[in-house]
């Protein structure tokens, strides 16, 4: 292993343990720790970023589909890349929620008691067929080089993994990749319909918030999530061969850049008209206030900053007028500030909208919680204040503690990224 | 400073002043037990609250309207309040007093959002439950704990008390035995009673005498006096405040009892400690920072001191200053009734205040006056009348009795009575020889003749002319109502309008609805009109309104109440007849300290001073602003001992800056003993501070607003163990509280009236239940034989002992209490109290309270439309007489009736409360603070243009008498000094030119800041002590120095006159 | 669009009429109530005629009332039950009575008001009003916040009211976003009462006595499941359920009994004789956000100012957009860019 790479690893572990001491304040305190329990507002961050690696998952394994679902040879390399980070955004989804509910520990009651009329619930259960048909596309697809590595003597994980199977024959391959495609193709409205479409769904059927009601919510949550996932998968096939100091292929690159900038223009697309005719109505409607916030308001600079300048100009300019397969380390950088862009974007779905409240005249004192002496020691709670002392009223802004727990996940996902790509074999293994 | 306190420190503060702990250490079990009950019972649905044996009523305090309430106890805790649906003023009508205890369990009545919030009063997590003593300066916010015999003992022997506190090493402190002269007297083989009554006498003639001849009386009681004194081995002064007027009094006077909110009940008993037993006149209550000179102009013009529009059956009503929805007498008495009347009788209100209050808010019209100015409006609205013949004439010129009878009109005023010009008095038949001297004269209707009239005549109706200006025998006289009319028409309605800021229209349209529903109009008043220099003469013009229209008495008119059953026993002598079960008693005698009740002609002083230092008030009482500041001035004497009772003149009087600078200076107020159940603002400037039992723990009997039409006597009993804890008097164990210090006191000192033979052979009195069962008992008797409630029956009597069987001994003792109600003839009303406690007080049936188209209880009788008392007086302070009819006069006047020009300060500074806050009870209510956690400044959207401020801005109230909008709070550890800041918010809701405020924000005090106990700092809560309280910056009076403006007739504190201007902070 | 101010044009007479609840019962006709015996005559005995004009004033207590059908309409099983609740904006006067008194009935912590008042200004001096909207949970007949919860904890019972499992409730506050009245509230733990540690009744007394004082809502009782303490709802969705505790006691719920603007009534609207039926029929109703096609159970009588008083609620929509929403989070348009454009 590199050294490079291990320091990589290294960063990583100190990183995840440091902001992972959040998840203890957070079992402590509950949501308190939150800005959310001092503002109007009743999801936050966390739900943010849990659309966000719902995003990311479902862009992530449609890329692959272009592979496995499609053939398409150009996207070969980068085939099992999209599985890997499919799946981990997956564990990121689980992990961006969780500590979101108000009893973490009634999580199971999702899958013990479902109320199936209720697109959570179609959730929760949609993530489990999809991870299932993730986890076997991902085995499936890897399985012959497992084997070899198996045979090979590489370690006892691989022996495990090969079922015992010892040789991989031309028939075996022939039957893994028509059940791949199979799965893939299966995969595909899991993915786009019942994992993305529905997180979109579950806004887009709230009939009480104007913004996110309608049709086009759960499209629209499809597109970033495509555009986020290749974004992602472009960034981290590239970061990953050059951590461990592999050879990048230009050509996946180039076409990966393709696909990624066709899919950020059908995005710009989309957001320019979402902006142009709510800005455009003369009406005080709900929406054209609530993009009003977006765009000059408190959160001015997610919109403008994080996601149209970080997300697009930049990463744009430099896809398009640098040779992305002669810098790949720079095409990596616009493909990871496009998911920063696209994290912007998630917010921006989730936050603003709350600004409004279903009673717009209940008076902001209803707002102000009388925050009383707490059991939270005063590290914790000036901590929290210290960054969200503005949350009040329908303004939210999370608060550290907020910010810390998604850093861990953030960095844990990465962690296993990096330990997973070490050990599942990522591109087809040499006799 | 406020270093952070560990648990352990924690528990420390617990042990040292958690008396309560191991009382409230019962608290989780008996919930876990609650628990499993109610689990049992679930399958039924069953509620324990819903069950008479979970139930005590009793009476709110949250405000003065004193609402009944159902407190819903689970083992021992209070853990809701709502409204007793006996009660006439919970809901309309209530139940009959008959109904059952497991009927009425489940149904409870309204409560406003105050009482609901008494639990968080009641369970305050800053109650002081030990005595403490300062540990540092006044107002150091130090203390230390105390047992409470030792603090007793220092407060009635006095000594170096504060010999640890710098600067006081060598300060003697008076003690109560220093200056309760009757002791020596007693101690020496004198009688006190009958020694006393003889000097009230003596000093009483000298009052009544003048010149020459008041002089040769004082001569003549110093040389008796120094004689019978001698026999005792005393002079004069030993007795005597000061020996050359001995109409001051004796030096008990210089105990001062200063109560804030001190209601009947607790009244009674604590005059009979203070005047009876004590022998100190000066017994005061807060009534002029709140609405005394409405009170006053009612009792000059009635007798009675408060009346209220017959809301139900009204079908118009004015409010002058005042709503019924937030403030006044009783949210929850007065809105249900007034929006049932708008919604389902067809009333119509109008309100006139400078502030869109809610009440103006669901207004027919809202007219935006210029504070203190309803005078002004009230008189521009007689104008109208008389000029357009709206009056009643055939009501106004009954003379007497028999007039007012013919006509079936409840009332009759002396609108035709003639008035003598030169000295304002009424002109007595016998001046013209026609008559006797207690008959008065009328132009007679019939046949224009000066005709001798007996008020009170029921046999021969005689009726006079109304406008008569003539001269008779001589002597110039024109009728009241010919007073009146000159007054009305000294200006025209432009101006009237023009003074009030207002369009004349408004004038117009009022006065002409006002006079288009017969009897069946109010104006209504309370404090806005009242709290200005001018106040007494507001709230005369505007019940002068109501005698145009001799409404009062009438169904849909102005109502003297429902009234109540006497509970001292007064009126039917008995059971319990408890002023004269008073062996010993005292008479207190003397000039009060803010001499109120005294003409300044009367005393001695006027022997030596030809214009008085400080104003005399002769027509009111209760003068709580004028208390600290003679004092400090020593005029008319200088006081020893000052007892602060459930008040706060340090925050809640305007100019309170000024108060506070009194109460910080130990030479003029030497000892300051204070009980409160929280340190509050004044409490924190105390030498001694005990706690008290809070509203929910203890007795009393307060009266009902005369919105009320039946008869009502709420009782207040324990619902829960007090939290305070308990001390040993006359050998029994009791709670801490105003009651026992008093008790203990009389022990010490030896009062009569305490003891075991305190009301009598055989009559203890020895705890404070001995005392209020007495009263309970009186009102289960009723004012005459016939009169008494039923007895309670074994099922009520099982009810009312499962309901306190969570109360402990020291509060609740059966036999004890039972023994407690034997009359001195030996008849046992037990179980007829018991029937009362069980429903919280007696009320009469809601079918009783009309007589035909009367009110059952009516005010009959003579109504002074010419106040003669005030009209023939003249101040020699001010150099001026009186009016007898309401005249205009500017509200921003001084104390010599000069006007104030502050003219840099532009803007007019009001207050105002919303319905969330009592005056200063209500910090620790967080469920209340969080509909409103802090109040604003409200400023009209004009005047915040002109001034360049927009919603939010941080702006500083300054004025005259406090240029830098300072609370002069000092520079202490935990108390430091404040400025009058607060945020501005810009509203269409007031008049422009005004700045409002709403009281009860902004605390110092109460919990807001930090203290020291024992050395450990208990952190105060920040939510207490948002927003502002603009007392500090109201104007004080610029002759004086050292006190508010005050209205010279009726003693109200000004509160809306201030000139102010806003400097902008951030 | 988030404006359900929609005034109901007689909707509700043909919903009752389709229900045929209001067979017979002619309009005013219904005021007499006949005298129970027993217990629930309550009723001021001797009352002398009353003049016309003043109808009800002389009646007993529309509280009694109310008390007494609640009583009767639990003799009936609990599908035969219909409970609303009736709010006359002509008599609420703003005293957030109704607020305080839940939060002590409920004991609910900082942050969660089942029943809040909104008040808002309009016009300008001295042309101003001030209007005051009671919000309770709707109870909507068609509840869009029960089909949201992702594991069934909160339902319809068949008396209408909704109701939340506080075993069951995982605390994902989708129900919330699903309210368009914003009647659920999360549970974020927070307590009224300072740490005791810092009073000087350190260490128990208060804390314990005002927050460990748990309401009914917290008992276990057949509509709520499970055992409760405070802690069991901390991190959870808590709505206003009718005080369910009381009325099932034959009490009326807390807002009702406290409301000193007798502006909020209770009853079973499937009594035609019931003084909400009576109320309805006399002054007409609207409910908020009908277009939704929620079907609340909370009607709200403005009288003839009853247009009024919408127009002035849908002004205050635009205004809170314009101006309150400008002034939380910025913002440089005042209208669109079609409009108006930036200023």
């Known amino acids: 292993m590199s050294r490079r790479y291990l320091a990589w690893i290294a960063i990583l572990v100190v990183l995840t343990v440091a902001t992972g001491y959040s998840w203890y304040v957070r079992v402590l305190y509950n949501l308190k720790i939150t800005a959310l329990s001092q503002s109007s507002t009743a999801w936050g961050l966390w739900v943010s970023f849990y659309i966000f690696f719902v995003g990311l998952s479902a862009g992530a394994f449609l890329i692959s589909t272009l592979v496995y679902g499609f053939g398409l040879k150009n996207f070969e390399r980068i085939g099992r890349y999209a599985l890997l980070i499919a799946i981990l955004s997956l564990f990121g989804v689980f992990l961006s929620i969780l500590p979101d509910l108000g009893r973490m520990e009634r999580f199971i009651y999702l899958y013990t008691s479902p109320n199936f009329s209720s697109w959570i619930a179609i959730e929760a259960w949609m993530y489990v067929i999809y991870i299932v048909i993730l986890i076997a596309e991902l085995y499936l697809v890897s399985r012959a080089d497992i084997i070899k590595l198996a045979n090979r003597g590489a370690g006892g994980i691989y022996r495990l993994l090969a079922l015992g199977k010892k040789s991989y024959t031309e028939g075996d391959a022939k039957r893994d990749a028509t059940i791949v495609r199979i799965l893939a193709l299966i995969g595909i409205p899991v993915a786009a319909i019942g994992v993305h479409g529905g997180t979109g769904a579950i806004f887009g059927v709230i009939g009480a918030r104007p913004v996110w009601f309608g049709a086009y919510t759960p499209i629209y949550f499809v597109l970033s999530a495509l555009f986020s996932g290749a974004a992602l998968v472009l960034a981290l096939y590239i970061l990953t061969k050059w951590l461990q100091g592999g050879e990048i292929d230009p050509v996946t690159v180039d076409s990966m850049v393709g696909v990624v900038i066709l899919l950020a223009f059908v995005e710009l697309f989309f957001m320019f008209w979402e902006v142009v005719t709510n800005m455009w109505t003369t009406a005080p409607t709900a929406e054209r206030e609530i993009l009003n916030i977006m765009l000059f308001g408190s959160y001015w600079w997610v919109f403008w900053v994080v996601e149209l300048l970080l997300g697009f100009i930049v990463p744009l300019g430099i896809l398009m007028f640098t040779k992305p397969s002669r810098r790949p380390l720079l095409a990596a950088l616009a493909g990871i500030l496009m998911v920063i862009g696209v994290a912007g974007i998630r917010f921006n779905i989730v936050l603003p909208t709350l600004a409004e409240k279903p009673f717009p005249w209940m008076p902001p004192e209803w707002d102000i919680k009388m925050l009383p002496w707490d059991r939270i020691p005063g590290y914790v709670a000036g901590a929290a204040q210290w960054i969200a002392n503005f949350s009040q009223g329908t303004y939210y802004f999370p608060t550290i503690w907020e910010w810390m727990l998604q850093a861990s996940i953030i960095f844990l996902l990465l962690l296993l990224y990096s330990i997973f790509v070490k050990v599942i074999p990522m591109e087809v293994v040499e006799e | 400073m406020s270093r952070r306190i560990s648990r352990r420190d924690f528990v420390k503060v617990g042990a040292l002043l958690g008396g309560a702990t191991a009382v409230m250490l019962s608290v989780p079990e008996a919930f876990r037990k609650y628990a499993e009950a109610v689990r049992a019972a679930a399958q039924g649905g069953e509620n324990p609250l819903a069950k008479p044996e979970s139930i005590i009523y009793s009476v709110c305090l949250q405000c003065h309207t004193a609402c009944p309430i159902k407190g819903k106890i689970l083992d021992g805790v209070l853990v809701k309040l709502t409204g007793n649906p006996y009660s006439p003023q919970n809901m309309t009508p209530h139940i009959p007093y008959k109904t059952r205890l497991d009927v009425a369990a489940k149904i409870d009545a309204y409560l406003c959002v105050k009482g609901q919030s008494g639990i968080e009063s009641l369970y305050d997590p800053y109650r002081v439950i030990k005595v403490l003593k300062r540990a540092g300066p006044r107002g150091s916010n130090k203390w230390k704990t105390i047992p409470f015999d030792q603090a007793i003992k220092e407060i009635v022997e006095g000594g170096r008390l504060f010999s640890d506190v710098p600067g006081e090493e060598d300060r003697q402190v008076p003690g109560l035995k220093d200056i309760w002269v009757w002791g020596l007297i007693r101690d020496r083989g004198g009688d006190p009673a009958s020694i006393s009554a003889d000097m009230k006498s003596d000093i009483s003639k000298i009052m009544a005498a003048s010149g020459d001849e008041k002089a040769r009386l004082v001569e003549e009681f110093k040389a008796k006096w120094s004689g019978e004194l001698a026999k005792y081995g005393l002079k004069l002064e030993d007795v005597f405040i000061d020996p050359d007027h001995p109409d001051l009094g004796t030096k008990a006077n210089q105990f001062v009892f200063m109560a804030g909110r001190i209601e009947h009940g607790r009244k009674e008993f604590s005059k009979r400690f203070v005047i009876d037993a004590f022998g100190s006149i000066n017994w005061y209550e807060h009534t002029t920072i709140c609405e005394q000179s409405h009170h006053i102009a009612y009792g000059m013009i009635s007798g009675k001191h408060h009346m209220k529009p017959d809301i139900l059956n009204c079908e118009f009503i004015i409010f002058f200053g005042t709503g019924a929805f937030e403030a006044n007498f009783g949210p929850t008495n007065m809105a249900h009734k007034l929006t049932k009347a708008v919604v389902e009788g067809g009333l119509k209100f109008a309100v006139v205040d400078p502030r869109l209050s809610k009440t103006a808010a669901k207004a027919w019209r809202w007219v935006p006056i210029k504070p203190g100015t309803d005078g002004a409006f009230a008189l521009g609205m007689i104008r109208w009348i008389l000029e357009n013949k709206r009056y009643d004439a055939r009501y106004l010129e009954n003379a007497n009795k028999a007039a007012a009878d013919l006509d079936g009109e409840p009332t009759f005023t002396n609108a035709t009575y003639l008035v003598k010009v030169e000295d304002g008095k009424l002109l007595r038949a016998s001046e013209l020889g026609i008559g006797s001297d207690s008959e008065y004269v009328i132009m007679d ?611 809306f006159d201030t000139r102010v201007k806003l400097v902008k902070v951030s | 669009m988030v404006d359900g101010l929609r005034r109901p044009n007689g909707s509700e007479t043909s919903r009752l009429g389709r229900r045929e609840f209001l067979k017979g019962a002619l309009l005013g006709a219904a005021v007499t109530v006949g005298v129970l015996s027993g217990d629930l005559s309550l009723r001021v005995a001797a009352q002398p005629s009353p003049p016309a004009e003043s109808l009800a004033l002389d009646r007993e207590s529309e509280l009694v009332r109310m008390t007494r059908e609640l009583q009767e309409s639990l003799k009936k099983p609990l599908q035969e039950r219909k409970w609303v609740m009736v709010i006359d904006l002509r008599r609420c006067v703003g005293c957030h009575s109704c607020t305080v008194s839940c939060i002590a009935e409920n004991k609910t912590p900082p942050g969660i008001t089942y029943r809040p008042v909104m008040i808002w200004e309009t016009g300008e001096y001295p042309n101003v009003k001030l209007n005051f909207l009671p919000r309770p949970c709707m109870q909507c007949d068609e509840p869009p916040c029960t089909s949201v919860c992702p594991v069934n904890a909160t339902w319809k019972r068949e008396d209408g009211i909704v109701v939340i499992d506080y075993g069951k409730c995982i605390g994902c506050r989708y129900c919330v976003m699903a309210c368009p009245y914003g009647a659920r509230s999360t549970d974020y733990g927070y307590e009224w009462v300072p740490e005791l540690e810092h009073g000087p009744l350190a260490g128990t007394a208060a804390k314990e006595r005002q927050d460990r004082v748990k309401s009914l809502e917290y008992q276990p009782t057949p509509w709520y499941g499970g055992p409760y303490g405070r802690g069991d709802t901390i991190g959870i969705t808590r709505k206003c359920h009718f005080c369910i505790h009381r009325i099932e006691s034959g009490v009326l719920p807390a807002c009702v009994s406290t409301c000193i603007g007798g502006a909020t009534y209770f009853g079973d609207l499937n009594n035609p004789n019931s003084l909400v039926n009576e109320l309805l029929r006399r002054y007409g109703a609207f409910r908020l956000k009908e277009e939704l096609g929620t079907e609340p159970s909370v009607y709200y009588i403005t009288g003839e100012g009853g247009a009024s008083v919408i127009s002035e609620l849908e002004a205050m929509v635009d205004r809170y957009r314009e101006e309150v929403l400008l002034r939380e989070f910025g913002g440089r348009f005042r209208a669109g860019l079609g409009g108006g454009g930036l200023e």
């Open chain 2, 445 to 1055: 209707k019939e046949t224009g003749e000066p005709t001798p009239v007996d008020p009170n005549d029921a046999e021969n109706p005689k009726e006079g002319i109304l406008l008569v200006d003539t001269t008779l025998n001589g002597i110039r006289v024109k009728s009241g109502f010919q007073l009146l009319y000159e007054s009305a028409m000294s200006r025209s309605l432009d101006e009237w309008a023009s003074i009030c800021g207002v369009s004349r229209e408004d004038i117009e349209v009022l006065a002409a609805e006002f006079t288009s529903h017969g009897k069946r109009a109010v104006a209504e008043l309370y404090r806005g009109p009242v709290q200005h220099p001018n106040g007494y003469y507001n709230g005369q013009a505007i019940i002068t309104l109501n005698l145009l229209i001799g409404n009062i008495g009438w169904k849909g008119g102005l109502s003297k109440g429902g009234g109540h059953w006497h509970e001292t026993g007064s009126k039917r002598k008995g059971p319990f007849h408890l002023s004269s079960l008073h062996p010993g008693k005292i008479s207190g005698f003397g000039v009060k300290l803010t001499r109120e009740k005294s003409k300044f002609e009367s005393s001695t002083l006027s022997l030596v001073e030809d214009v008085p230092k400080r104003p005399w008030y002769p027509f009111t009482s209760n003068l709580y602003q004028e208390i600290l500041p003679s004092a400090a001035d020593g005029y008319p004497y200088r006081i020893k001992i000052l007892w602060i009772h459930k008040g706060t003149p340090g925050f809640a009087t305007p100019a309170a800056d000024a108060q506070l600078e009194i109460l910080k200076d130990v030479e003029k107020v030497p000892l300051i003993i204070a009980t409160d159940i929280v340190l509050g603002e004044t409490t924190i400037y105390a030498d001694y501070v005990f706690p008290d039992i809070a509203i929910w723990e203890r007795w009393g009997t307060p009266h009902t607003s005369p919105d009320v039409n039946t008869k009502a006597s709420k009782v207040r009993q324990p619902m829960v163990a007090p939290l305070v804890d308990t001390c040993r008097v006359f050998g029994e164990e009791m709670p801490i509280s105003m009651e026992a210090i008093m008790l203990a006191i009389a022990e010490k000192l030896g009062l009569p009236g305490y003891g075991s033979d305190g009301f009598g052979p055989g009559m203890p009195f020895t705890r404070m239940e001995d005392y209020y069962l007495k009263m309970v008992a009186n009102i289960a008797a009723g004012d005459k034989v016939g009169d008494e409630v039923p007895d309670a029956d074994d099922e009520e009597l099982r009810i009312f002992r499962e309901a306190r069987k969570h109360l402990p001994k020291t509060v609740f003792d059966e036999e004890r209490w039972h023994r407690a109600v034997i009359d001195p003839e030996g008849n046992d009303w037990w179980r007829k109290v018991v029937y009362v406690l069980n429903r919280g007080g007696r009320f009469e049936d809601a079918d009783k309270a009309y007589d035909g188209e009367y009110l059952t209880h009516r005010f009959t009788g003579l109504l002074n439309l010419y106040v003669e008392k005030v009209g023939s007086y003249y101040s020699k302070y001010m150099g001026v007489r009186f009016s007898g009819v309401p005249v205009y006069v500017p509200p921003y006047i001084d104390s010599k009736g000069r006007p104030i020009r502050d003219d840099e300060y532009p803007l007019i500074l009001i207050t105002y409360k919303e319905i969330y806050g009592g005056q200063s009870r209500t910090p620790g209510n967080y469920w209340i603070l969080s509909v409103m956690p802090e109040n604003h400044i409200l400023i009209n959207k004009k005047t915040a243009e002109e001034l360049g401020l927009k919603d939010g801005d941080v702006v500083r109230i300054v004025s005259a008498s406090n240029p830098d909008g300072v609370w002069p709070l000092g520079d202490g550890p935990y108390i430091k000094n404040r400025y009058v800041e607060g945020k501005v918010k810009v509203t269409g809701g007031i008049a422009p030119g005004v700045v409002a405020v709403s009281w009860h924000y902004g605390h110092f005090g109460y919990g807001a800041s930090d203290c020291e106990i024992d050395g450990v700092v208990i952190k105060g809560d920040y939510r207490r002590g948002l927003g502002l309280c603009p007392n500090a910056v109201m104007r004080r009076d610029p002759v004086l120095g050292n006190v508010c403006l005050t209205d010279p007739i009726g003693g109200s504190a000004s509160f």
